[in-house]
């Protein structure tokens, strides 16, 4: 089945840098990859998701792309804001673009 | 749009009783729910894929008889965690999807199980 490995575990920011966040994945087939972002006890919710037909995409601050030939994506946020501290969890799709297998997680910590 | 509710929120149960958890979509029709389990400071786990009208599809190392999954109608699934025991104590949560021609899922807010 699907692997997802996902880096760095905890990441620490000044506000107004940027952070990066990275993820692989083993199943070639896979053609669905969002990010989830979970505050402490919260539900997670998606911030932003790219498909395998592109290789980038933007959304103000928050961009994603992706390298379908190295299998691995990445999370970049801009202009970091205390409020972006939270958990973020990468996933990528099965075959079927249905079942999702998610990262480790990367606690993100924005300091002022 | 896009809505995921999910109850109870918290629940304590004592070891051997059973415990039944709701999820529903308030504002679309799902097919598709899912069921994870989160522990502390850990990443999601997906338990089951659960489809309306159909048996749920479970993952490897979950056991079926133990985490009953009824998705009875295109807005609901739950999930019955059957006698209990401490280490079944973990943060439930479900997730939708609003259709076939879609991969997002939308997650619940989460069931906090703690058994005694």
């Known amino acids: 089945g699907e692997n997802v490995e996902q880096h760095p575990s905890t990441l620490s920011v000044q506000e107004g840098d940027s952070a990066v966040i990275k993820c692989t994945y083993s199943?070639?087939?896979?053609?669905?990859f969002p990010w989830y972002k979970q505050e402490l006890g919260k539900r997670p919710q998606l911030i932003i998701d790219i498909r395998s037909n592109v290789g980038e995409k933007k959304d103000q601050r928050i961009a994603v792309t992706l390298n379908k030939t190295a299998k691995h994506f990445s999370l970049h946020i801009t202009e970091t804001q205390p409020e972006d501290s939270a958990v973020y969890f990468c996933a990528a799709s099965d075959r079927g673009g249905n079942k999702l297998t998610f990262g480790t997680g990367t606690q993100l910590k924005v300091e002022l | 749009g896009a809505v995921v509710s999910q109850h109870p929120s918290r629940v304590i149960c004592k070891s051997g009783t059973s415990v039944k958890i709701e999820c529903r979509s308030l504002d679309f029709q799902a097919t598709t729910m899912f069921w994870y389990r989160q522990f502390p400071k850990k990443s999601l786990m997906l338990m089951a894929t659960s489809n309306e009208g159909s048996k749920a599809t479970y993952e490897q190392g979950v056991e079926k008889d133990k985490f009953l999954i009824n998705h009875a109608s295109l807005t609901l699934s739950t999930l019955t965690v059957t006698s209990a025991h401490p280490e079944d104590s973990s943060f439930y949560i479900c997730?939708?999807?609003?259709?076939?021609?879609?991969?997002?899922?939308?997650f619940g807010p989460g069931t906090r199980l703690t058994v005694t």
């Open positions: 199943d070639s087939a896979s053609n669905y």
């Open positions: 997730s939708a999807t609003p259709g076939t021609a879609t991969y997002e899922q939308y």
